[in-house]
């Protein structure tokens, strides 16, 4: 998703570079003309970098917790919190957990297994998933 992404905003300003070059007239170019251009991108690499070191965090660690919280951050994605303040990202669909399951994973791997309470209160096996797929 990354690269068609980065693909789509090279092309943009492909494009805008190319227009700005053939229609602006010599002189006319000031510098406050870019601030918005550049503030823009700042945000979308702030999400991307965030967005990593989330993704790397979760991965890279071993726990077995709970969801204590979910927040939707971007439209379709939702962020779930352990208790243990790891977090990991899930568009609507990829993954039917909710707050109060319990997860366990294992250090340096994507896949994870959910527990859901049943009617006794008890945590048993729910899902196998993987974060990558």
């Known amino acids: 998703m990354r690269i068609i992404l980065y693909g789509f905003f090279i092309t943009f300003f492909s494009i805008g570079g190319f227009i700005f070059y053939?229609?602006?007239?010599?002189?006319?170019?000031?510098?406050?003309?870019i601030i918005p251009i550049l503030l823009f991108l700042c945000v979308l690499a702030f999400?991307?970098?965030?967005n990593t070191f989330v993704e790397n965090k979760f991965i890279k660690t071993k726990f077995n917790s709970t969801i204590v919280d979910s927040f939707e951050w971007k439209p379709k994605v939702i962020e779930f919190t352990f208790n243990?303040?790891?977090k990991v990202s899930?568009?609507?669909?990829?993954?039917?957990?909710?707050?109060?399951?319990?997860?366990?994973?294992?250090?340096?791997?994507?896949?994870?297994?959910v527990y859901r309470k049943d009617y006794n209160g008890?945590?048993?096996f729910y899902k196998k998933?993987?974060?990558n797929k």
Do not use: C, E
């Open 22 to 33: 053939k229609y602006i007239k010599p002189g006319t170019f000031n510098i406050k003309m």
């Open 47 to 50: 999400f991307d970098l965030r």
């Open 84 to 86: 243990n303040g790891i």
């Open 90 to 113: 899930s568009s609507y669909g990829d993954f039917d957990i909710q707050i109060g399951d319990s997860v366990a994973k294992q250090a340096n791997t994507s896949v994870f297994d």
């Open 122 to 124: 008890i945590f048993v």
């Open 129 to 131: 998933y993987d974060y």
